[in-house]
């Protein structure tokens, strides 16, 4: 295959001709044979003139036959470069020729040489349909030489002659059809190798083009692989590090509004405990984002002191509850419904003025379950706008973060009814 580096996709290649198959025969030989078989046929009826017994008369005759078969193809050539092929210039050069030829086998048998040359070029000269007949008439020619010359003596010989007519016939007529299969072969052959170059050509324009689709799908995936990088990143800070700043700026404000030394000093430790926490979230981020609190604790235990602290925050009542048995879970399954958990408390504290907030995680064999439900003033998940918070990640990041996982998030409110989270997700063990 052609190196088709550098191509343009739509470049017009070459087709290359293939070369026509060779004639059965060589143009010079058919084109020779006529004089050089005739000028044998006379040697050989000069030296055999004693034997056949040629008198004056019949090498006046043969003479004549022979000049008139001379300026015939003389003829035949200046006419044959006008007319190629098959045609009635062909069949009639042919039919005077065996005539001619038939003559001059009467008069002298081996001047049936001269008559042999009509098995070569006879369908390049007669029509398809007249082969059959102008090979007999040289079969009828070559058969009264090989009988000893015509006419014939007796009925025996006439009966033998006709059986070689017949036999000389089917001979030419079984070389005549092999020859023309193999033509066809050739032909054939000619029409698949072009047809091969054409689909060869066409094959290396799609490599061509396949080869630029690659590249340009590379591009966008890089593209779209980087875009879904910045996308997560900003949605860990959102639920790491800008939760805690938000933790550490609301313990703050409740510190410079309050006069007594005792609750401002609780909260003033909860803010610095916040910004610690936060900036553990940001080293970790930068070495490879998996939450801080999975560092020690599994994600039972790392929810669960994720609630105690949400709690102690926000100072509503918040349970954690676990069913089903414990099992280690790849650290990607346990990081994203940590942050699940965390982006719904967040979501319940800023909207949803709840009074009691129960968490529950759930261990259901080839699925683990994360639920967080509030009794809070609730909301019509259908009025929502596409983008449910000011920076984009509320309820569709976490349901962006289920999905990335192949799972799925729900959920479930209604006014004045409070709000259910649940996140499915597979329960892909740890170590896969």
């Known amino acids: 295959m052609a190196d088709t580096e550098g191509v343009a996709p739509d470049a017009t290649l070459p087709v290359p001709e293939p070369q026509a198959a060779p004639p059965a025969q060589p143009r010079l030989l058919l084109r020779f044979s006529p004089p050089v078989l005739l000028g044998v046929g006379l040697v050989l009826a000069a030296a055999t003139s004693s034997l056949v017994g040629m008198d004056a008369t019949e090498w006046t005759a043969a003479g ?18 006008g007319r190629p092929g098959p045609g009635p210039a062909g069949a009639l050069y042919y039919a005077l020729r065996s005539v001619l030829a038939f003559g001059l ?16 070029d006879t369908e390049r000269l007669v029509p398809r349909r007249w082969v059959p007949l102008g090979l007999l008439a040289t079969a009828a020619t070559i058969a009264g030489a090989q009988i000893g010359g015509l006419p014939p003596d007796d009925t025996a010989s006439w009966v033998f002659y006709g059986m070689l007519v017949a036999v000389n016939t089917g001979i030419f007529l079984t ?33 061509v083009e396949n080869a630029a689709l690659h590249d340009q799908l590379m591009l966008q995936a890089r593209e779209a692989g980087i875009a879904d990088e910045r996308r997560r990143l900003a949605a860990e800070i959102h639920d790491t590090v800008a939760q ?4 550490v700026i609301t313990q703050l404000q409740v510190v410079t509004d309050t006069q007594e030394q005792g609750p401002a000093r609780v909260h003033a430790e909860r803010a610095l405990h916040l910004a610690r926490h936060s900036l553990g979230e940001a080293r970790r981020a930068v070495a490879n984002l998996a939450p801080v609190a999975l560092a020690e604790d599994d994600l039972p235990e790392a929810l669960k002191k994720t609630v105690v602290r949400w709690s102690e925050r926000t100072g509503v009542q918040a349970e954690f509850a676990l069913t089903g048995s414990d099992e280690p879970l790849h650290e990607e399954v346990q990081g994203t419904l940590l942050r699940i958990a ?22 259901m064999g080839e699925e683990v379950v994360l639920d967080v439900r509030d009794d809070g003033r609730g909301f019509d998940p259908s009025a929502l706008p596409e983008r449910d918070t000011a920076s984009g990640f509320g309820l569709k990041g976490m349901r962006a973060r289920a999905e990335r996982l192949a799972g799925e998030l729900t959920v479930e409110s209604e006014p004045g009814l409070g709000t259910a989270v649940s996140a499915r997700v597979p329960s892909v063990p740890y170590g896969r």
């Open 105 to 120: 086998a009467w008069i002298n048998p081996f001047c049936a040489f001269y008559a042999a040359v009509g098995c070569f």
């Open 64 to 81: 004549i036959l022979a000049a008139a078969a001379l300026a015939l193809q003389l003829w035949w050539d200046r006419a044959a470069r």
């Open 342 to 363: 965390a982006e719904a408390l967040s979501n319940t504290a800023r909207h949803a003025e709840a009074t009691r907030v129960g968490v529950t995680l759930s261990y």
């Open 244 to 247: 805690d700043l938000t933790g």
């Open 175 to 207: 070389v005549q059809q092999d020859t023309e299969k193999e033509e066809d072969r050739a032909r054939e052959r000619v029409e698949t190798i072009r047809e091969l170059e054409h689909a060869n050509i066409a094959l290396e324009r799609a490599l």
